[in-house]
């Protein structure tokens, strides 16, 4: 089946930059909201490392918010999995393992994969439009930086987060969206650490995504499923290639 290009439908970048508002429901509403994006976001990009503590105090002052603001942000980060709380050190970002990442990536796997087959079930040709969109224009832009090839492309960072969850979008119960858009954000994490070392190793992330996309078209779930699994397990392995490095970042935070 050949897919054809047509011009993306996607929401705007502001609304996919803050957590995954995919109904572009515009940006925070609250100092809290505010406070809290904008960690994920560091936490996400790794600009907050893994095991990096994290001073109330200092947060307050960094974001002009009251202490009582920082402490509800990091509160809810904790209840994603990308804060860790303790009574007597306080917050720090979740450190990363090469455990930790195959917990992630087979749960994500079970999880997604039943998301995706539901969809492919339920989704009517509206959805099946807007995956081929979303395929479409995140084929539009490089992975890697032009300018610095050890870093994301930020603006496929977004469209490949709008890809993934334009897959799932149909499976018609926010119980397994929820889930699955926690495990995506650890799984971030992690292709964040690893880019930045070069491993030797060469993918064709289009060819894999492109794969996924055919099967839906199709709608054929196990081929879609085996795809999808495929997909992610190549970024697993490729991940620890670097897991000295991810490993040391949490040791030496």
Not at 237 to 244: R, Y
Request: hydrophobic share 40%; glycine share 6%; charged share 25%.
């Amino acid at each position: 089946m050949t897919i054809v290009s047509r011009p993306p439908i996607l929401p705007t970048m502001d609304s996919l930059a803050v957590g995954f508002d995919m109904k572009g429901g515009g940006g925070p509403r609250t100092l809290t909201s505010a406070v809290l994006e904008r960690l994920r976001a560091d936490i996400l990009s790794t600009k907050l490392a893994p095991g990096q503590k994290l001073h109330i105090a200092g947060l307050a002052k960094q974001f002009s918010v009251s202490l009582a603001a920082v402490r509800e942000a990091l509160s809810r980060l904790v209840a994603d999995g990308l804060v860790q709380a303790s009574d007597q050190r306080g917050f720090r970002v979740s450190p990363v393992s090469p455990a930790d990442l195959e917990d992630v990536t087979h749960t994500r796997i079970d999880i997604e994969g039943l998301a995706l087959r539901r969809s492919i079930e339920r989704g009517d040709q509206t959805w099946l439009a807007s995956v081929e969109s979303a395929f479409v224009a995140l084929s539009a832009i490089p992975y890697r930086h032009p300018d610095d090839p050890t870093n994301h492309n930020e603006v496929w960072i977004v469209r490949h987060r709008y890809f993934h969850r334009a897959l799932v979008n149909a499976c018609g119960s926010q119980w397994l969206l929820g889930f699955r858009d926690v495990l995506h954000e650890q799984s971030e994490r992690y292709r964040r650490l690893s880019i930045r070392r070069e491993t030797g190793k060469s993918r064709d992330v289009e060819a894999e995504h492109a794969a996924i996309v055919h099967a839906v078209l199709r709608r054929d779930a196990d081929a879609a499923v085996v795809a999808l699994t495929q997909h992610f397990l190549t970024t697993m392995h490729l991940v620890e290639l670097a897991a000295p490095r991810i490993s040391g970042v949490s040791e030496t935070a």
